[in-house]
């Protein structure tokens, strides 16, 4: 892959760790009724998970 490939391909799985994350933090806010707090949460776990993702395939 070249390099803009390879950037590209990383801030998508940042992107989706987003999603999954902020979806996750949303379904348990509103279960524990403090929606600001998790979907703040589940959007760091995401980006965490999104980099974890991307790095994994570069090693």
Do not use: P, Y
Not at 27 to 56: C, H
């Amino acid at each position: 892959m070249s390099g803009e490939e390879n950037e590209d391909d990383a801030q998508n799985k940042i992107g989706l760790g987003i999603a999954v994350g902020a979806g996750i933090g949303v379904a348990l806010g509103v279960a524990t009724d403090n929606l600001a707090v998790w979907t703040a949460a589940g959007i760091g776990f995401g980006v965490a998970l999104g980099t974890a993702w991307s790095q994994a395939e570069t090693e």
